[in-house]
């Protein structure tokens, strides 16, 4: 019983506290993290060489990131984490591990999937430009690295994220020539009832927009993102303001994003359940009300399983920790589980109306240009997507996929997913949810032929 | 214009690491990832093998797999997860087909 294998896969929010939960009840668990310290992307830690302090980091967040890492840092001694570790393939039971160049298989008895998320975009003409980035990659490029990804910065999309990441950008000295919001303000403001249920989550909010107003940084609501200009390298945007009329920045950079998608890869292999959820237009994990995967034995928490954030991915963290404990017949795991489902419940109020005050702009796919590349990995653009649907009768998204390359590539449509969704929902005019996901290929992340045979063929020269 | 495609905040206190980026010599500094130390340098990392033009990265945490370039070697390293060493030399323009 406690001597079989428990596995974690990730760690953020989500993997941290489910660990916290096994190791106090004397598992110790194996944490396989793609990073190089714990955090995930969302309380990423820097280099040990930056020597920032927390708050210039994480700014609000700094006492929930420092909770994190101390907590992790508890539970070194009784979990086996192993960083820099890509999980490329899951059969059954078996995790195909990389980790410095070297594989390896490991069998597991139980597993959690924690495996995060990232950037959900819909592409726009000259996205592909060197200076285009997410809005989670400018996170990034700050927190870890203490760069700004141009000199002048527009942040475009629709995300909570947004006004943050402009104001850790201009609280930092970079530039920020503008922040252009997809969602209308009649949108914000029909939400704003919804939006008191976060309390101080949504007042750290408003302070980010006055931050920015009171610095005179433009910010607009209700744009349509027309073009990423330059020929080498992002040299302006235009786009449509909220009356209709074009507009043109000159930038340098341009970070953005519509919110979050799970990656879900993991999951896909093992078999595991979808559901596509029309609220956030996303697909999700399909979980029990415990954190159970349809697949015995697998459980999944955080953004990794349904877009949340990073508060709800600790809550979901230690809830699948509780279902896991009480399926090894640990004591019962009740009343732990009802606190946190009704903490997660009352996030949830919080959490819809974010998404109708940062929605997602599902109508920008079937306005996107014929000529714009769709899938960055093949060069796939929305015209081919739509040939595929119109004159080869593709029907589903993985149809589409063989007839013309979309996803194919080496995101396998992580990228260029949801956009292809939206294409193809528009020109059949269908829901997207009927049009299904891409399928996930082992490995579900380049990895080197070398590695894949764990002794490779000695005639073979690689 | 600038040359550089990112911007370093503040002033770092930190070793330097030397690179070079097409036969020419760039100074980066420990604690940059391969993607820091060329964007910090230059604007573009690899020429896209689909359209040929300039490619820089896209999401900077290892998922896209953009920002995949080529050591003068042969060898390709993920950019954006990758730190930077002394000595490393790349080259943007090599030829990418679809192994790893
Ligand atoms: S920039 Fe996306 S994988 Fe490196």
């Known amino acids: 019983m406690a001597s079989e294998r428990i596995v974690i896969i990730g760690a953020g929010p989500a993997g941290v506290r489910a660990a916290q939960i096994l190791v106090a009840a ?17 309380y990423r830690q820097q280099p040990p060489v930056l020597q920032r302090d927390y708050s210039e980091l994480y700014g609000f967040e700094a006492p929930k990131a420092k909770r994190l890492h101390d907590t992790f840092e508890s539970l070194r001694g009784s979990v086996d984490y192993r960083s820099d570790c890509l999980v490329w393939n899951l059969e059954q039971k078996n995790l195909h591990i990389l980790h410095a160049g070297n594989s390896e298989t490991i069998s597991v008895d139980r597993l959690i999937l924690a495996t995060g998320a990232m950037d959900r975009i819909l592409p726009f003409t000259g996205w592909t430009l060197p200076g285009v980035f997410t809005l989670g990659g400018a996170q990034i ?10 000199r002048r910065t527009v942040f475009l999309g629709s995300s909570p994220l947004l006004p943050y990441i402009a104001y850790q950008y ?14 209308a303000r009649a949108a914000k403001i029909r939400a704003l009832p919804g939006l008191l249920s976060g309390g101080m989550t949504f007042i750290k909010g408003l302070y980010f927009m006055a931050w920015l107003r009171t610095h005179n940084i433009k910010y607009e609501y209700g744009v349509t993102p027309g073009e990423a200009l330059g020929d080498q390298n992002v040299e ?15 930038c340098d950079a341009i970070a953005f994003g519509y919110g979050l998608r799970s990656e879900m890869q993991l999951a896909d292999l093992a078999g595991c359940d979808f559901r596509f959820d029309p609220v956030s237009c996303n697909w999700c994990l399909a979980l029990d009300g415990h954190g159970r995967t349809s697949v015995r034995d697998i459980y999944a928490a955080g953004d990794g399983a349904t877009i949340l954030g990073a508060d709800a991915a ?11 404990l009480g399926d090894l017949n640990l004591g019962s795991q009740d009343t732990a589980l009802g606190r946190l489902n009704q903490e997660l419940d009352r996030m949830n109020i919080f959490r819809s109306a974010l998404e109708r005050a940062f929605a997602y702009p599902h109508h920008l796919a079937k306005a996107i240009p014929d000529s714009c590349i769709v899938c960055r990995c093949e060069g796939v653009t929305a015209g081919e997507i739509r040939s595929a649907v119109h004159e080869l009768g593709a029907d589903d998204i993985n ?64 | 214009m600038s040359t550089s495609q990112f911007h370093r905040l503040g002033s770092p206190d930190r070793s330097r690491v030397r690179i070079t980026i097409d036969g020419h010599a760039h100074e980066c500094l420990v604690g940059d990832t391969l993607l820091t130390a060329m964007l910090t340098a230059v604007r573009h990392l690899r020429i896209s093998e689909c359209d040929g033009k300039p490619r820089a990265g896209f999401c900077l945490m290892g998922v896209c797999q953009d920002c995949w ?22 080259d943007t323009t090599a030829k990418f087909d679809h192994g790893i």
């Open chain 1, 141 to 150: 490029a700050f927190k870890s690295q203490a760069c700004a990804i141009g």
């Open chain 1, 314 to 324: 600790e809550l979901s963290g230690a809830r699948a920790a509780h279902a896991l």
């Open chain 1, 170 to 183: 201009a609280k930092a000295g970079a530039e920020v020539v503008a922040v252009l919001d997809t969602t």
């Open chain 2, 69 to 90: 370039v080529t050591l003068a070697g042969g060898q390709r390293l993920r950019a954006c997860t990758t730190e930077v060493k002394q000595g490393m030399a790349i």
């Open chain 1, 236 to 250: 302006g945007l235009r786009y449509t303001d909220q009356r209709g009329n074009q507009q043109m920045l000159e």
């Open chain 1, 26 to 42: 004397g598992i110790h668990p194996i944490i396989l993290d793609e990073a190089p310290m714990c955090g995930g992307q969302i």
């Open chain 1, 399 to 462: 149809r589409a996929k063989a007839f013309c390359r979309v996803g194919m590539g080496r995101c396998q449509g992580r990228v260029c997913g949801p956009a292809t969704e939206g294409i193809m929902a528009a020109v059949l005019n269908r829901d997207q949810a009927t049009l299904g996901r891409f399928r996930t290929q082992a490995p579900v992340k380049p990895v080197p032929m070398a590695c894949v045979w764990e002794k490779p063929p000695e005639d073979i020269v690689l």
